[in-house]
């Protein structure tokens, strides 16, 4: 069983930045796709951004692309989602995800999920 623990929400103001982190118990690290997604109130957990087990892939949602990116550090085991130009559309609840396979992380098919950061972008 994978375990994952996302840190770095909080406040932000529209136009700031953020870096979340999830932090990724166990060796599945490395063989595993990892992701994030978000929801807000009242809507449907939407796919954000995933990164390949080796990190040489990277796939987005169009809404965050050229904002937002997904990188990995393996010999921390967390990945990480930077995220620039926030705006106030951007609250959520931040939710990190890890798949044995990269496309099915894309297509929301998830082996385990994090409890979730909650980010919010003031206007």
């Known amino acids: 069983q994978v375990q994952l623990v996302e840190s770095g929400g909080g406040l932000v103001q529209a136009g700031g930045s953020l870096r979340l982190s999830c932090v990724v118990s166990?060796?599945?690290?490395?063989?595993?796709?990892m992701g994030w997604f978000r929801q807000a109130p009242g809507k449907e957990r939407d796919f954000l951004a995933a990164i390949s087990w080796s990190g040489g892939d990277t796939a987005y949602q169009d809404s965050v692309k050229g904002r937002f990116t997904i990188s990995r550090d393996k010999a921390k085991n967390t990945v990480y989602l930077q995220m620039n130009s926030l705006k106030p559309e951007d609250t959520a609840v931040y939710y990190c995800?890890?798949?044995?396979?990269?496309?099915?992380?894309?297509?929301?098919?998830?082996?385990?999920w994090g409890q979730g950061t909650q980010v919010t972008v003031s206007s």
């Open positions: 166990g060796r599945t690290f490395s063989t595993h796709a």
């Open positions: 995800a890890a798949s044995i396979i990269f496309k099915l992380l894309i297509e929301g098919t998830i082996g385990s």
